[in-house]
Protein backbone atom coordinates (compact mmCIF):
# COMPACT_ATOMS: atom_id res chain seq x y z
CA UNK A 1 0.00 0.00 0.00
CA UNK A 2 1.09 3.68 -0.89
CA UNK A 3 2.31 6.08 1.49
CA UNK A 4 -0.58 8.48 0.19
CA UNK A 5 -3.42 5.68 1.04
CA UNK A 6 -1.84 4.97 4.50
CA UNK A 7 -1.99 8.42 5.45
CA UNK A 8 -5.64 8.44 4.05
CA UNK A 9 -6.61 5.65 5.91
CA UNK A 10 -5.42 7.24 8.57
CA UNK A 11 -7.11 10.17 8.21
CA UNK A 12 -10.22 8.50 7.87
CA UNK A 13 -9.94 6.36 10.82
CA UNK A 14 -9.44 9.41 12.62
CA UNK A 15 -12.41 11.44 11.57
CA UNK A 16 -14.33 8.38 12.55
CA UNK A 17 -12.73 8.65 16.10
CA UNK A 18 -14.66 12.34 15.91
CA UNK A 19 -11.00 14.12 15.63
CA UNK A 20 -11.41 17.24 13.83
CA UNK A 21 -10.16 17.61 10.75
CA UNK A 22 -10.30 21.19 9.63
CA UNK A 23 -11.27 21.87 5.91
CA UNK A 24 -12.20 25.43 4.41
CA UNK A 25 -14.78 25.99 1.78
CA UNK A 26 -14.06 29.16 -0.15
CA UNK A 27 -14.79 30.47 -3.77
CA UNK A 28 -14.60 33.24 -6.04
CA UNK A 29 -14.39 34.82 -9.82
CA UNK A 30 -11.87 33.06 -12.22
CA UNK A 31 -10.36 35.62 -15.23
CA UNK A 32 -10.34 32.15 -16.63
CA UNK A 33 -12.13 28.95 -16.16
CA UNK A 34 -8.68 27.46 -17.56
CA UNK A 35 -6.77 28.65 -14.80
CA UNK A 36 -7.05 29.18 -10.79
CA UNK A 37 -6.64 32.91 -10.91
CA UNK A 38 -9.42 35.16 -9.52
CA UNK A 39 -10.91 38.31 -10.72
CA UNK A 40 -10.57 40.24 -7.30
CA UNK A 41 -9.01 38.41 -4.20
CA UNK A 42 -11.15 41.28 -2.29
CA UNK A 43 -14.10 39.38 -3.07
CA UNK A 44 -13.40 35.65 -2.46
CA UNK A 45 -16.44 34.01 -0.63
CA UNK A 46 -15.19 32.54 2.56
CA UNK A 47 -17.90 29.61 3.61
CA UNK A 48 -16.96 28.70 6.41
CA UNK A 49 -14.51 26.10 8.34
CA UNK A 50 -15.73 22.59 8.88
CA UNK A 51 -14.60 19.52 11.67
CA UNK A 52 -14.89 17.04 8.45
CA UNK A 53 -14.83 15.99 4.84
CA UNK A 54 -18.47 15.55 4.50
CA UNK A 55 -19.38 18.55 6.33
CA UNK A 56 -17.33 20.64 3.91
CA UNK A 57 -18.48 19.20 1.16
CA UNK A 58 -22.47 19.94 1.73
CA UNK A 59 -21.52 23.10 1.77
CA UNK A 60 -19.00 22.95 -1.13
CA UNK A 61 -21.96 21.74 -3.28
CA UNK A 62 -24.33 24.22 -1.94
CA UNK A 63 -22.29 27.22 -3.14
CA UNK A 64 -21.54 25.25 -6.50
CA UNK A 65 -25.44 24.85 -7.28
CA UNK A 66 -26.55 28.38 -6.02
CA UNK A 67 -23.46 29.96 -8.63
CA UNK A 68 -23.97 27.43 -11.32
CA UNK A 69 -25.42 30.29 -13.69
CA UNK A 70 -21.79 32.06 -13.65
CA UNK A 71 -19.16 30.05 -15.34
CA UNK A 72 -16.28 31.27 -14.14
CA UNK A 73 -17.66 31.56 -10.30
CA UNK A 74 -15.60 28.06 -8.58
CA UNK A 75 -15.47 27.00 -5.15
CA UNK A 76 -12.93 25.23 -3.40
CA UNK A 77 -12.36 22.67 -0.49
CA UNK A 78 -9.18 23.25 1.62
CA UNK A 79 -7.86 20.49 3.61
CA UNK A 80 -6.80 22.24 6.18
CA UNK A 81 -5.41 19.30 8.79
CA UNK A 82 -3.16 18.65 5.60
CA UNK A 83 -1.21 22.20 6.11
CA UNK A 84 -1.13 22.06 9.98
CA UNK A 85 -0.26 18.80 10.54
CA UNK A 86 1.47 17.08 6.87
CA UNK A 87 0.87 13.23 8.38
CA UNK A 88 -2.96 13.79 8.31
Avoid at 19 to 32: R, T
Avoid at 45 to 74: C, H
Amino acid sequence: MSAKKVAKKAAKKKAAAGEQLIHLVFGGELEDVSDVTFKDLGKLDVVGFYPNYAEAQRAWLSKARDTIDNAQMRYFIVHLHRLLDPGK
